[in-house]
């Protein structure tokens, strides 16, 4: 079994301050971990993943996250925020075993304020 | 590379008639397709595993006989919503996993939204 707990719902910052998407995971197997971003009425987009290679993993677009099995955190950082990462931020966990099925936290909705 | 399309991108039907919709996978070949579905404002719910050849596997509370899933090629999958019903209505998202890549990545279609009036 796997799920993935987004830790909230609605982040605001102002634009050039840092971005902070927490995400806490569970799975019986050991994880693959991705972060996608949805713009209104466009597709998903993967920003970054974690397939059990180096734990802090760059993505596009500036964003990063770090593994932390202890603490079984994957959380998303960005320094400097833009306008243009506003959106809707899904932490996704599957396992590597089975059907590869992904599972989707709830989701973020980042707000970037000018 | 690893472009998944789909169509419709936006359906409008009147309720108790079928609406197919198509996922394809454009420059790779796909042995496994997903269906989700997203509710407004909500996370995406997988409805479906869709296997090349096989039968599709469906999670809990997914109706086979209303949602059905048919994967006969290796770029191709489709979902008909049967009978549709306002109910119904929501954004359907495919997602495939490249057959020939990383068997964690997969690359999504761009949604079709469903109206059912």
């Known amino acids: 079994a796997q799920s993935v707990t987004q830790l909230d719902s609605h982040v605001s910052v102002s634009e050039g301050t840092p971005v902070l998407l927490r995400c806490n995971y569970s799975?019986?197997?050991?994880?693959?971990l991705f972060w996608y971003v949805q713009h209104p009425n466009k597709g998903l987009q993967l920003l970054l993943k974690y397939t059990s290679a180096a734990t802090l993993v760059k993505g596009i677009n500036g964003f990063e996250a770090e593994f932390k099995k202890s603490e079984t955190s994957f959380h998303l950082t960005k320094p400097s925020a833009h306008m243009s990462d506003a959106a809707e931020y899904f932490c996704?966990?599957?396992?590597?075993?089975?059907?590869?099925?992904?599972?989707f936290g709830s989701g973020t909705r980042l707000q970037v304020q000018p | 590379g690893a472009v998944v399309s789909q169509h419709p991108s936006r359906v409008i039907c009147k309720s108790g008639t079928s609406v197919k919709i198509e996922c394809r996978s454009l420059d790779f070949q796909a042995t496994t397709m997903f269906w989700y579905r997203q509710f407004p404002k909500k996370s995406l719910m997988l409805m479906a595993t869709s296997n090349e050849g096989s039968k599709a596997t469906y999670e809990q509370g997914v109706e086979k006989d209303k949602f059905l899933i048919n994967h006969a090629s290796l770029t191709l999958s489709t979902l008909t919503v049967t009978s549709a019903h306002p109910e119904d209505s929501s954004f359907y998202i495919c997602?495939?996993?490249?057959?020939?890549?990383?068997?964690?990545?997969?690359?999504f279609g761009p949604g079709t939204r469903l109206t059912v009036t």
């Open positions: 996704v966990v599957t396992s590597s075993w089975g059907r590869r099925a992904l599972t």
């Open positions: 799975s019986s197997y050991s994880p693959s």
């Open positions: 997602s495939a996993v490249n057959s020939g890549g990383s068997s964690y990545e997969q690359y």
